[in-house]
């Protein structure tokens, strides 16, 4: 029966949605994955840094500081001088922020822990050293080496050469320390936010170059463990891979007054695979234009609401679907170039299309798709929202709900009851069965007492008149249960 419905469908319609809208129009198409498999990968984060030598290697760029700022021909006068020092105001700063990252950077050290992966899958990140800061250290000292001393204000005003060689030293220093602020700040960065199970995106990529791993699309990563060691920060993570991808078409629901259909819950999606087969989409996010793909699952949908959406009976469709009520964007894209225009909980949706130079004002019953080779502007809660033609070739056509105004109130009424009936508890429905019993039994109790009345009076007429006893319950009886039990 549900193949010919929807052989049926096939053959007159287009897709869900299309003329005339119901409660379903076609959306964009979406990927996600069914299945992944797992990959426990060791993060080392690269230390090298021990508080004696980062100490030693920040004294000596003070001393350079100190070289500079006593530098003889800088003091000829106060104006000078401060000129001069200007140029490394940015290494001052950057040595003192420096002091303080290097610190933060141990915490995540541990002197008597040995670094040990727990699996063979393995990335090191290596971002400062200490060799690679000594290195550039002996550079500042090189060209430093360069800058004479005996050399006067007068002498390095009138030579040009000898005033940009200063220049360029201060340059070098404040381009090297500048350097160390930002490598000491990203390791800070990527330290503090593994140890608060994020995964930094300073390693997002680098990892693929571990052989185990590779490249990857779509990967999903998770933080599991962390250890400090003598160098550095170890850390395990969890890397997700998809393993089957699949792309279905989202149908994107219609709101009557703000109600739209639904699944079992909120968020599920309405979907149709290519075999054009119905069905909700369930996902662990709904994010589907970021860059990790989400893991879903294909869920049956109500074998009667299916059948109903199937075959575009509106009633059915109201009476075997669930629905719930939301206030939507005023304004969703669908799929071949139309614009849904949804209604929400307060009908105040104003439409106006562009018309040359001007907007004129649309009327029409929402909800309702538009097609226009032109700006739409939809203007709803004080909010405007302008909505530009993707393909300026079609033609400007709107189409209205196939929903009548009395199903429209049947589904008002729908909702109240949906919503009525998920209120209730099990108390709610123990307290109903009492009712329902005490309905059925005190009418019965009531019906036994009268009889019972009777019984005792025709017992003592029977007694007075002498008649056998026996004999009056037994026609007595007789009577009752005729009167009871159906002819």
């Known amino acids: 029966m549900e193949q010919i419905l929807l052989l049926i469908f096939l053959t007159f319609s287009h897709g869900l949605g299309e003329d005339p809208v119901q409660f379903l129009v076609d959306g964009p198409e979406i990927s996600y994955t069914s299945r992944t498999k797992n990959i426990l990968l060791d993060v080392h984060i690269f230390i090298d840094l021990t508080k004696d030598a980062g100490n030693l290697l920040l004294t000596e760029a003070d001393n ?18 401060i000129n001069y020092l200007s140029l490394i105001e940015p290494t001052i700063t950057n040595l003192i922020y420096c002091a303080t990252l290097l610190d933060k950077i141990l915490v995540f050290t541990a002197q008597e822990q040995a670094v040990k992966y727990e ?44 005033d940009t060689a200063l220049r360029t030293f201060a340059t070098m220093l404040n381009e090297i320390t500048e350097e160390w602020y930002n490598d000491l700040q990203t390791l800070v960065n990527v330290l503090e936010s593994l140890a608060s199970k994020i995964v ?28 400090k060691t003598v160098n550095g920060y170890v850390c395990q993570l969890s890397v997700q891979l998809p393993v089957i991808s699949k792309r279905v078409k989202h149908l994107i629901p219609v709101h009557y007054l703000g109600i739209k259909l639904t699944g079992e819950n909120n968020n599920e999606l309405f ?46 469709t109201i009476s075997h679907c669930n629905f719930s009520q939301h206030d939507p964007e005023p304004a969703v894209r669908t799929n071949n170039y139309g ?56 033609p400007y056509r709107t189409v209205s709900s196939a929903l009548t105004e009395i199903q429209r109130k ?29 309905a059925i039994l005190y009418p019965v109790a009531f019906i036994g007492v ?25 026609k007595s009886n007789k009577v009752a249960l005729k009167r009871l039990l159906p002819q």
């Open 339 to 394: 614009i849904l225009i949804q209604q929400g909980p307060e009908p105040d949706t104003i439409i106006r299309r562009q018309v040359g130079d001007d907007y004129h004002l649309v009327s029409i019953s929402l909800p309702a798709l538009l097609y226009s080779p032109t700006t739409l502007l939809v203007s709803k809660d004080l909010k405007e929202y302008a909505l530009a033609p993707i393909n300026k070739s079609i």
């Open 450 to 474: 009268i009889l019972s009345i009777k019984l005792r009076r025709q017992l003592a007429a029977a007694s007075s008149e002498n008649k056998p006893i026996r004999k009056a319950v037994y």
């Open 64 to 81: 350079i500081v100190a070289f500079w700022s006593g530098y003889p021909a800088f003091q000829s006068t106060a104006e000078v001088k």
């Open 200 to 227: 930094p995106e300073e390693i997002i990529g680098n990892y693929q170059l571990s052989p185990c791993i590779g490249t990857l699309h779509e990967e999903k990563i998770s933080v599991s463990s962390c250890i």
């Open 271 to 316: 979907v149709q695979s290519a075999e054009h087969t119905l069905s909700l989409l369930n996902c662990d996010r709904y994010d589907f234009e970021a860059e990790q793909i989400p893991l879903c699952e294909l869920k049956e949908l109500n074998t009667q609401c299916k059948l109903a959406l199937i075959s575009k009976n509106i009633d059915a």
């Open 119 to 162: 699996t063979s899958c393995n990335y090191t990140y290596n971002l400062i050293t200490i060799s690679s800061m000594r290195t550039q250290l002996r550079a500042l000292l090189s060209s430093k080496s360069k800058l004479v001393t005996t050399w006067t204000m007068a002498e390095i005003t009138e030579d040009l050469a000898k």
């Open 410 to 438: 049947n589904l008002q009424t729908r909702l109240y009851w949906l919503e009525f009936f998920a209120t209730l508890t099990d108390d709610d429905y123990v307290q109903f069965l009492i009712l329902t019993l005490q």
